[in-house]
């Protein structure tokens, strides 16, 4: 299969998860015979430096022409006071390819239970996706200004805004184990009354999966507190964003949380749910987990299966073997992960794929 993807690699740890995830797409290419080409795109804060914008024009009209679009991370401190920052770039370019639903599965590896910060029995077989509605809400609606002595954000969410994002996770319901978990704070926020009652209206269409509404306080907690119950769990943007950085430390480290932002036509893009950690940034301590399973989730969307499964059989022999980043209480590096990485991915073809 012939795969054009469009690399952002961005900043901070960016440039050595990508190698990572290059790295491996190479050896999947070579194992299962297909042609990944990529491009190399400014973007973020390197794409500020030297172009003076964050998501330069070049680099839209690549991602849109590509099948897919693989990111790293963007920001730092060096841009965190700038006219323009990185992160003004990935919503622009999530907006420009209509990225409305952000796919971000939380599963727990048995062999890691132990890893996470939470008791073992509370963790054990968690598994379930959070569906974060991605291209609107605060983070995009006007007005949103600051002066001196006020600022002003606004919250707003059209019908059809809600409807596309619910209908999704519906669906996505559907193949799991049929609970949907709508979050939002109905008891306060218009918008979220709104939402509820759209979620409503929707379980009619769809009666077979079980609903339940939760406040957004409520569900932080009971992410804590009982993760097992949770199966797909669909909310808007910015409580979406919160909520998933705290399910990542279910799994033990926030380098564990892949993601797939979809529009349901034209090229999706897989990043990992972290940033650019810059305080480990060119170190080669970075965990290159959460950017493999995103490629992982990209080869699925391609139908590409068993090599999804050789990326994420992989993992699990790495860290079954004692390779664990520094995040997770190991030594490994890197550049030293993705090389054990490659080496399972052979063992795995070796060992049984149909050529
Ligand atoms: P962060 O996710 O970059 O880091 C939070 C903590 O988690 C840090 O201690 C970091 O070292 C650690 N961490 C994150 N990913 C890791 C990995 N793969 N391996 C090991 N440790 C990891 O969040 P932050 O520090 O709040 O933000 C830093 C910058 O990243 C900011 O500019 C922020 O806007 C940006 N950011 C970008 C994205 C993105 O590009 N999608 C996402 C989140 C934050
Ligand atoms: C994420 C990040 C982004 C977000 C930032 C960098 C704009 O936190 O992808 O989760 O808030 O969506
Ligand atoms: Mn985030």
Redesign the pocket.
């Given at each position: 299969m012939n795969v054009n993807i469009a690399c952002l690699e961005?900043d901070?740890?960016g440039p050595e998860?990508m190698a990572s995830a290059i790295e491996v797409l190479n050896t999947i290419a070579e194992i299962f015979y297909h042609q990944f080409t990529f491009s190399h795109n400014l973007f973020g804060g390197h794409a500020i430096d030297e172009t003076g914008t964050a998501l330069p024009n070049e680099t839209l009209q690549n991602c849109l022409a590509a099948d897919a679009v693989l990111l790293a991370?963007?920001?730092?401190p060096k841009w965190d006071h700038g006219v323009e920052r990185p992160?003004s770039g990935?919503l622009r370019l999530r907006k420009e390819l209509n990225l409305f639903a952000n796919i971000r599965p939380v599963d727990v590896y048995d062999e890691l239970i132990n890893y996470s910060p939470l008791k073992s029995d509370r963790v054990k077989d968690v598994s379930f996706v959070v569906v974060r509605e991605l291209t609107g809400g605060i983070y995009f609606s006007e007005p949103r200004f600051h002066t001196e002595n006020e600022a002003t954000d606004t919250l707003s969410y059209s019908r059809e805004e809600i409807e596309r994002i619910v209908e999704y996770a519906f669906s996505l319901a559907k193949t799991r184990k049929g609970k949907l978990t709508s979050v939002d704070k109905a008891n306060v926020l218009e918008s979220s009354k709104l939402w509820r009652k759209i979620v409503n209206e929707m379980n009619k269409k769809h009666p077979e999966v079980e609903v339940e509404h939760v406040l957004v306080d409520a569900a932080a907690m009971e992410i804590i507190r009982n993760p097992r119950r949770f199966d797909v769990i669909v909310t808007e943007n910015l409580f979406g964003d919160i909520l998933s950085d705290e399910a990542s430390m279910i799994t033990g480290?926030?380098?564990m949380l892949p993601s797939a932002s979809r529009s349901g036509n034209g090229p999706s893009l897989y990043?990992?749910i972290?940033?650019?950690?810059?305080?480990?940034a060119g170190l080669n301590?970075?965990?290159p987990i959460?950017m493999l399973k995103s490629v992982s989730m990209m080869l699925r969307d391609f139908n590409l299966h068993e090599e999804s499964k050789s990326i994420e059989s992989a993992i699990v022999k790495t860290f079954n073997n004692g390779y664990l980043?520094s995040?997770l209480g190991g030594d490994t590096t890197t550049t030293e992960f993705t090389k054990h990485v490659n080496s399972y991915i052979e063992a795995f073809a070796v060992g049984g794929v149909n050529r």
């Open positions: 961005g901070g740890i998860i991370a963007v920001g730092g992160e990935l480290s926030l380098g990043e990992p972290h940033g650019s950690a810059p305080d480990i301590k970075a965990n959460a980043t995040d």
